[in-house]
Every structure is written in C-alpha cells, then in structure tokens.
C-alpha cells in the first residue's frame, strides 16, 4: 500500500527544506513533488509531497490500535 504525506514549509530556506527531505528519508519516505506559492511579496512557502510503501502488516497493526483505542 502506497501512503502520501505533504509538509509545508513557510519560506524558502533550503536548510529547512534538506532537513526536512532527509529527516522523512530516515522512515523510508520518497520526495516526487514540491510546489511553491506566494500569498503576498513576503510570504513565500514550499509543498513537499512524500510517499512510501507500507508493509500490509503495519496497516493491519494500526488499524488494530485505532480500533481498540476508538472503542474505550
């Protein structure tokens, strides 16, 4: 199964930016696009998108623990 994540970034800093990538790479996530946006001349952000696979397994796993925690 495939699982998304967006992240946005407020500004345009490429520290952040890398930071961000390589934090997300360490659990197994996979940038395929960004897009960046203005809302006035100052304010400037960046859309990351992520994706990676998840094992079966692990949807089983947390499908349980939201079920058990949803019925308390």
Known sequence: MIE???RRI???????????CNDL????W???S???GATGALEV???M????????EDIARAAR???STATR
Do not use: M, N, S, W
């Open 30 to 32: 996979r940038l395929v």
């Open 49 to 56: 998108f992520f994706e990676r696979e998840t094992p079966a």
């Open 65 to 67: 623990q939201f079920a």
């Open 10 to 20: 407020d500004g345009i800093a490429t520290d952040d930016i890398e930071r961000v």
């Open 34 to 36: 960004t897009a960046a």
């Open 25 to 28: 790479a360490k659990e197994g």
């Open 4 to 6: 998304y994540r967006i």
């Open 45 to 47: 952000f960046v859309y």
